[in-house]
């Protein structure tokens, strides 16, 4: 995951939402779990927030310049398929950036 320390550089916010209980959300629930400590390590400064709501499908969201912003739906996939969702969510912003 050394792509993580230039997140903040690519988007202003990261969100996480997904159900405290539900098995749909259990990879979301792992993954913040597992990756929180090391991606904030690296960006200090971007804000990183957990929204958990009972029954809620497991979503990632991020914001990027202007208030734009992407939703990724999480429900079925693994830890690493979420890694590879957040560095492609990463890279659109590094993109944006460049046009």
Not at 14 to 22: A, G, K, V, W, Y
Not at 68 to 87: A, F, M, P, S, Y
Request: aromatic share 8%; hydrophobic share 40%.
């Amino acid at each position: 995951m050394a792509w993580t320390g230039s997140l903040s550089r690519s988007v202003k916010e990261i969100r996480f939402l997904f159900c405290q209980s539900s098995p749909a959300s259990a990879a979301a629930r792992d993954f913040v779990r597992n990756h929180y400590a090391e991606i904030k390590a690296r960006n200090p400064t971007a804000p990183f927030l957990i929204r958990e709501c009972s029954g809620v499908q497991p979503q990632l969201w991020a914001r990027y310049e202007m208030g734009v912003e992407r939703c990724v739906d999480l429900n079925g996939l693994t830890e690493v398929q979420i890694d590879r969702k957040l560095e492609e969510l990463a890279k659109i912003g590094e993109s944006a950036k460049t046009k």
